[in-house]
């Protein structure tokens, strides 16, 4: 079974269940095959456009010293990082737009989940970010930086 995170928009205060998203937590294959059109299809306009530049950019660097072998290679791992965090980065974009996280369905598919979601089965609570407590500091203050937020490549649920 598959996970799907469940986002609805809030207005005047109260939930629009008419345009509940659900999407998928894990791998997106068409974003593998096809990145930059799948990007602009799920409005990621700022990651396309970046993602479009690197492409750009390794292909030229790639053809003027002579590795294009190692552009493609650095390009189709581009993508699988895409494929990866594709989902994740559509969920951010719609939190940006005023859309809540309001849990994560366990389902088969898309269809399965909005019938689950509706009639309240295997709901689980509102995704939980994985939180890193660190102790008390030490006496001495160590200047090293803090690990700390949402690690990429990693479920909503925080396990791998």
Partial sequence: MA????LAPQQDGQRNDDRTVFIRDGFAFLALVFTIPWLLVNR????AAAVFGLMIALSTVGSYTGREDMAAVITALLSLLVAFEGNNWRVA???RRGFD???VVDARNTSDA???WFLGDNIVS????????RPAPPAQVSHKPALGGRIGLVGLRGEN
Avoid at 3 to 6: D, Y
Avoid at 44 to 47: A, M
């Fill in 3 to 6: 996970s799907f995170v469940v």
């Fill in 44 to 47: 990621l306009w700022f990651e």
């Fill in 93 to 95: 974009a719609l939190e």
């Fill in 101 to 103: 996280a309001l849990g």
């Fill in 114 to 116: 909005e019938t689950a």
């Fill in 126 to 133: 509102p995704p939980a970010v994985p939180v890193i407590t």
